[in-house]
């Protein structure tokens, strides 16, 4: 017999971006001294934690790979569809630039989930 599993709420979507915001990395710094991570999904996977965040990590970073239009990362997304890489800046400085936009970017999911 399977067992049908109850469809994720906003509400636990929002309360797992709103933790996960917590393990993503502020700079390049933090990301690398601070045990935070630089991507929106690997934090999303630090969130999780039973069944219901399971479920809702699962939507959630679906809907963010659609988003990517299935590229791999944003930095990758930035490349293919416009063009910018971080050969074009300075090392740190674009590091930190994506993470203010993956941070821009998870804020903005929040808001969307509330």
Sequence with gaps: M???????TREQ??????????????DASEALHCRKTPFI????????????????RRDVQR??????????SLEEWLEEKHGISG???PAV???NKVQETRHAWID???????
């Design 93 to 95: 400085k674009y590091r």
């Design 63 to 72: 809907l963010i790979w659609e988003r990517l239009g299935g590229t791999a």
């Design 13 to 26: 979507k929002h309360a797992l971006l709103v933790q996960a915001k917590t393990h993503l990395a502020r």
């Design 2 to 8: 399977k067992i049908k599993k109850a469809p994720v």
């Design 108 to 114: 903005s999911l929040i808001e969307e989930f509330s």
């Design 87 to 89: 050969h074009h800046f």
């Design 41 to 56: 999904c690997w934090a999303i996977d630090l969130a999780t934690y039973d069944s219901i965040t399971y479920y809702a």
